[in-house]
Structure formats: C-alpha cells, structure tokens
C-alpha cells in the first residue's frame, strides 16, 4: 500500500514523524490491504483534520458495508 502525506502550509512534518505516520497506518490498515492500494493523507488544522476524519469514517463503513457504530 502506497500512503502519501500531504500538509498545508502551517504544519511541518518530519521524517521520524512521517515515517511513524506511515508505519502506524500500514499496521492499523493491513486487514484491508487487498483493498487499498493507495492511501493519501492530508494534514490541515486540527479542526479541519477532525472533519476529515469523521468523513473517511463514513466512506470505510459504506465502502465496506459495515454497521455505523451509532446503530
């Protein structure tokens, strides 16, 4: 799985930073590694990265066709 990390201009991201990002990404997401080929991260704000992520809660769980934790 190819995971790219994208910021925007108010966040640095170092390499032992980046490196334990994708390393912790790899980890959590090797069940679904037959389904990912790609994964691009984006690191805005921390209200923005919030957002973010509620949003690719939702498409994981329609793309999968799991139950939503608020069932």
Sequence with gaps: ???????DHN????D???DKLTDLLTDELKRFSTH????ELHLPTLY????????LQAQIISFLHLPSAKQ
């Excluded at 966040?11 to 170092?14: A, N, P, R």
């Excluded at 990912?36 to 994964?39: H, P, Q, S």
């Design 1 to 7: 799985m190819l995971i790219q990390i994208n910021t």
């Design 36 to 39: 990912i080929t790609r994964l």
């Design 48 to 55: 923005h990265l919030s957002i973010s992520l509620l949003c």
């Design 16 to 18: 032992a930073y980046n």
């Design 11 to 14: 966040i640095t991201v170092h």
